[in-house]
């Protein structure tokens, strides 16, 4: 284990590290010309614009107002100042919430702190154990954990009881949050404006009918199932090619436009390139005219092709965007199901349209479990494979690794200087370059699985992440961290001697665990709110191809806050501080500035920078509740597997109720609470809709829903729209294309329309609303 001094040495480097990122921040933002970049949100909502010419062109570029340079530290207290009301309203209710999880660290965390550092560590400071073992290298941060506790003392019972007052206090905060978001939500869905998601369900698996298309069949299906209460629907295109299309016209527009303003720049000569990849080699041609020629024949092909998907049936997916007239309707259609067969006419309630990922709805449904259970074997396969290079670099990030592999460092290593660098960082910074690829490989992992909202496509991406820290970052620390061969015996002891094998590593990583913090969460949280990439590639595209006020607001990238990663990131830290709060409470203090720093830096990110992709209403949380008491049994079974190799195990016997009521604890607060994140109260969607029609009796909400979820390749193109169909109010019959009207089993399962009248001939057209 590290000494104080490897410890110290690490934190002095990082908190240099994050005070410079924090000043280079604090000038950086009060320069007129990165306001764009640091205050991007402003902006798009209109309260901020371009400085006026008349300010002078070095006003416009660089504050000369040495008074605000004086103050350069008043974000802080200005990010904690708004309110969390105005928060959710400003930012929204996921932001709000996910700031929240910071603060729940910080109520969790400081009493058991406190408690920890009042009880424990004199127990184990004063042990004296590890003073009396003969050729035993160990520091006083050692002392400081529960090995210094000699084994079968009766000392620790203080363990054994503050695992039990950890774990209430754990549950009880847990609880009182859950309890606080479940509220926080339903008021949030009652005072929320109308959005096209409220009326508005995804159908999937439409049975297909010889006799109607999927656009009519749909509509009938619903006339008749929900007469009172549907509205019109959307059929779903498979649009994925031309969507690719579109973005790669987009991307030679940029090329013109960067052309163009080289051009202006420099009048006397106009730019060339060469017609190879990359502009690299080829015949040397004219830039403009070269980019302006491919960039209408893609404007051409891509007419071409949205023509074809047009008037293409197959090009129709059996799925569709469903309306209602009322949010009662939608709730009863959206939370119900539709038919007998339970595999078709598969309904829920639709994201908002900007949340809807269009290209997993052309996959069919009968591939979606397939695709699924094949990405949770090669999840499996990536998380244990994915140890073994872990491993080898966690063996590598000390001295004796070090040593064994480069014999001739050895006069190097010996160094004082270069002996705390490589104990106080090398180890989390080696851990953490190892990271950097895995946020995207598992995001397309989950977007292989087929979902259909960018929400659950997060949601589903940090799921994997936090096993994969949970069996890489933490488990493959402790147990491979100092030598690649104990990674065999964990792989082939049995399940039940697993905690045991943990329990006994876990004191001897805590210090790997603080530098770990220290790199991830000191430094790295501080160079998030730099913003350096987005202010180099801001400060490019302005110069490069911005011509326009609107080319400048699109230069801008806001960002958002990115849960796939970062919601495991701080649950692992819950997980470190729940694990170590009874074996080595030096640990604590590491933690809780984590969570103050984050949560002054997240706050200010989420007010002044990002623009979230998609508004879920904190639907998120219960994942995160089980994730973090998931971290709980993970901390009680580790403290048992521990105690046990202390010569106490018959009183570990008294530790088994905690996992077990931990459990039932879980199981409770999801009864009691988690219905308000998957269901919509027909008691609160009535009253919404009664006060709706009695604010807005002329409402037409068939305008207002006409191109919500229409995809974004056919917005801008009223010719080429595709039709939003809806029913036809004067026919008191149910349209159909079907030649026979017997009843068949066929027809009953696709449409459960058995005994009900129909026209023979379809009389209502699809109409754009």
Known sequence: MASLQDIGFSAAINLMSAFAFLFAFAMLRLQPVNDRVYFPKWYLKGIRGSPTRSRGVMNRFV??????????????????????????????????????IYLLGLKMFVPITVFAFGVLVPVNWTGETLDKIDDLTFSNVDKLSISNVPPGSPRFWAHLSMTYVFSVWACYVLYMEYKTVATMRLRHLASETRRPDQLTVLVRNVPPDPDESINEHVEHFFCVNHPDH??????????????????????????????????????????????????????TVDAIDFYTSKLQNLAEQEAVDREKIMNDPMAIVPAAFVSFRSRWGTAVCAQTQQCHNPTIWLTEWAPEP?????????????????????????????????????????????????????????????????????????????????????????????????????????????????????????LGSIITGTAFQQLKSFLEQPPTEIPKTVGVSIPMKATFFITYIMVDGWAGIAAEILRLVPLVVFHLKNAFLVKTEQDRQQAMDPGHLDFATSEPRIQFYFLLGLVYAAVAPILLPFIIVFFAFSYVVFRHQVINVYDQKYESGARYW?????RLTICLIISQLLMMGLLSTKKLAKVTVLLLPQPILTIWFYRYCAGRFESAFSRFPLQEAM???????????????????????????????????????DEEESNPLVPTRRTSQSTTRYNSEASSTTNTPVANKHSGSPGTM
């Open 230 to 283: 549907y509205l019109c629907h959307q059929v779903v295109y498979n649009a994925n090619d031309l969507a690719k299309l579109v973005a790669q016209r987009k991307a030679m527009q940029n090329w013109v436009t960067y052309y163009e303003n080289k051009y202006e720049r420099k009048p006397s000569s106009r730019p060339t390139t060469k017609t190879g990849y990359g502009g690299f080699w080829g015949t």
């Open 63 to 100: 504050n000369l107002d040495w008074t605000t340079y004086v103050k350069f530290l008043n974000w802080m207290p200005a990010a904690l100042r708004m309110p969390e009301p105005e928060l959710i309203e400003h930012a929204g209710l996921d932001s709000a919430v996910y700031i929240r």
């Open 354 to 474: 900007r949340d809807v990922f269009w290209d997993n709805l052309a996959i069919p449904y009968v591939e979606l479990s397939i695709r699924r259970l094949l990405t949770t074997i090669a999840l499996f396969f990536l998380i244990f494979c994915f140890m073994i290079p872990i491993a080898f670099v966690q063996s590598l990030a000390n001295l004796e690794g070090i040593q064994k592999v480069l014999p001739f460092l050895k006069p190097l290593i010996e160094m004082k200087t270069v002996k705390s660098v490589i104990q106080g960082l090398l180890p989390g910074i080696a851990l953490k370059i190892f990271l950097i690829i895995l946020p995207t490989l598992l995001m397309t992992m989950s977007q292989i699985e087929g979902y259909t909202s960018l929400s659950y496509l997060d949601r589903r991406s940090a799921e994997k992440y936090f096993w994969f820290i949970i069996v890489n970052v933490f």
């Open 687 to 725: 009253v919404k809709d009664t006060l709706e029609k009695a604010t807005e009796p002329n409402l037409n909400l068939k305008e207002y829903l006409k191109d919500a979820y229409v995809h974004p390749v056919f917005k801008g193109k009223d010719l080429d729209r595709p039709r939003v169909v």
């Open 622 to 626: 219960p994942d995160v509740h089980r």
